[in-house]
């Protein structure tokens, strides 16, 4: 029996009260770290490899159905707006397509040839790189997308919670946080999930930072979608400049982006640029 399918370590969960049911959440949550934790040489050789296969034009597609899809495609949204890299550099596939974010769509994941249709739409090619999510680790879909992109000289990489899995055994780079039995028996978006979002937070993070989208600690490419950020931004600038809020609000507009300003400010040497 896979791991995450077991039987939960806790039994007799309707009879608890609702602070034993969250302390033992809670309980349970605290392994996730650990096991995310020995994967980190793994991570490591995935981001490696994908820095140099960014520069070069290549992309980052996550596949996977339900939540392990969903997970992907939350990921995968949040670098345009948090970086400022285009749209599609990092994408997000879901088994049942872009319907199925919201509701399950019957039976999509278990079709093998799913997972590369869906990827053919992209004209993909050797430069880019496959990340399967699959917390099983036996879901059809994803499997037959790395399995194809083994064959078609695409770098493929998986993330799952169940050891020795297929998928993995498909995968080049194989990333296997094991979280154990699930509070509640089978229910994968809890720790499994989890742990997911843990590594995928790890992977395009580092990326983003290795790519040159971060200067110091700042998200200086970030798009200025709302009043929140702007004053983000305008804190950056302040830290960096020590110039007044208001002075620096208005160079962020005027330029578009953190790394606008700081970059004419270097080349004018003067503080209104």
């Known amino acids: 029996m896979r791991v995450t399918e077991s039987s939960s370590l806790y039994d007799n969960l309707d009879q608890m009260t609702v602070e034993e049911l969250l302390t033992g959440i809670n309980n349970e949550d605290a392994k996730i770290h650990v096991a995310v934790q020995k994967e980190i040489p793994q991570i490591e050789k995935l981001v490696t490899q994908l820095v140099e296969r960014i520069k070069s034009g290549g992309r980052l597609f996550y596949l996977g159905a339900g939540t392990s899809g969903r997970l992907g495609i939350l990921d995968a949204s949040e670098i345009p707006p948090t970086y400022g890299m285009p749209d599609g550099v990092v994408i997000g596939l879901i088994a049942g397509g872009d319907r199925a974010i919201r509701k399950a769509v019957e039976a999509a994941e278990d079709n093998i040839h799913g997972g590369w249709e869906d990827l053919q739409k992209f004209q993909v090619n050797e430069r880019d790189t496959i ?96 009043k929140k950020l702007v004053e983000r931004g305008s804190k950056m600038i302040v830290d960096e400049l020590g110039i007044e809020f208001e002075e620096a609000k208005r160079l962020l507009l005027l330029h578009g982006s953190v790394r606008a300003v700081l970059d004419n400010y270097k080349k004018s040497g003067q503080k209104s640029v």
């Open 131 to 226: 990340v399967g999510i699959a917390a099983s680790g036996g879901t059809p879909y994803v499997i037959g997308a790395l399995q194809d992109g083994n064959n078609n000289g695409l770098l493929t990489a998986c993330i799952t919670c169940n050891p020795d899995s297929e998928i993995a055994k498909v995968a080049k780079i194989a990333i296997e946080p094991i979280v154990g039995p699930e509070f509640v028996t089978g229910s994968t978006r809890m720790k499994a999930g989890t742990a997911q979002k843990m590594v995928l937070n790890m992977i395009t993070t580092s990326l983003m930072i290795k790519l040159g989208r971060v200067k110091g600690n700042k998200m200086v490419d970030m798009q200025l979608t709302n």
